[in-house]
């Protein structure tokens, strides 16, 4: 809001006034009880459920977001933050506990169809999924019907693109090879205005990519 309120004040009227401590308190007091309402009215109205769930260190903390995806009438396939907080390590047990909590707490247990995590030996207990200690086969002992075994969702899209590429009849590294040497090797002022125009146009980020060296 730092940013934000300045230009309130421009467009509207200078006495608006909301820093980070007004901003925090409007999230925590109204955004978020009335997106957790509206989440909670949704889940009651669905008829299956899935999970989604990775971990990320935030300094000495694991964060664990759980995120659901499910289906209505009026707004159709949703995914949306049910649950995020600090676990003091990231065992199957934790997790699975963790994960089982927020779906009780929800209401949603029985409506638990599937469950999308990273393709960890801790998540699915390997490739063969054979394995009792792992996160899934602990959330498929705590329900009393089957569920699905998702997988990481990033994965899966990586490999489909990257079977829809091979598929091509071209060779697409070669094209991005070429793409790459027009904008790194010319630097007329002209060319490089082009590829700014390029990246505005798809709206897309600019990453910088590191040139292939001979010796490092």
């Keep these: 809001m730092d940013c934000t309120s300045k230009l309130v004040q421009k467009l509207f009227s200078e006495k608006f006034s909301c820093a980070r401590t007004k901003a925090e308190a409007i999230a925590l007091n109204v955004l978020a009880p009335s997106a957790e309402e509206e989440l909670k009215t949704d889940l009651q109205e669905a008829k299956f459920v899935s999970v989604f769930c990775d971990a990320s260190n935030h300094k000495d903390l694991k964060v664990l977001p ?116 027009y904008f790194y090797i010319y630097t007329v002022w002209n060319r490089s205005k082009s590829f700014v125009i390029l990246h505005q146009w798809s709206t897309s980020g600019f990453w910088a990519i590191a040139r292939p060296g001979g010796w490092h």
Excluded at 118 to 131: E, H, L, M, S, V
Excluded at 151 to 168: R, S, Y
Aim: include cysteine; aromatic fraction near 6%.
């Design 66 to 181: 759980i995120m659901v995806r499910y289906f209505t009438a009026a707004a159709g396939v949703q995914t949306k933050l049910l649950e995020i907080n600090t676990l003091p390590g990231e065992t199957s047990a934790m997790v699975s506990q963790y994960i089982m909590d927020a779906l009780e707490a929800n209401q949603v247990t029985s409506k638990l169809v599937a469950f999308s995590a990273d393709n960890a030996n801790c998540n699915f207990g390997g490739a063969a999924r054979n394995g009792k200690n792992n996160v899934f086969s602990r959330l498929q002992d705590s329900v009393d019907h089957k569920i699905l075994g998702i997988g990481c969702a990033a994965h899966i899209v990586h490999n489909t693109v990257q079977t829809a590429a091979d598929c091509l009849p071209l060779d697409i590294e070669a094209v991005i090879v070429k793409i790459y040497s």
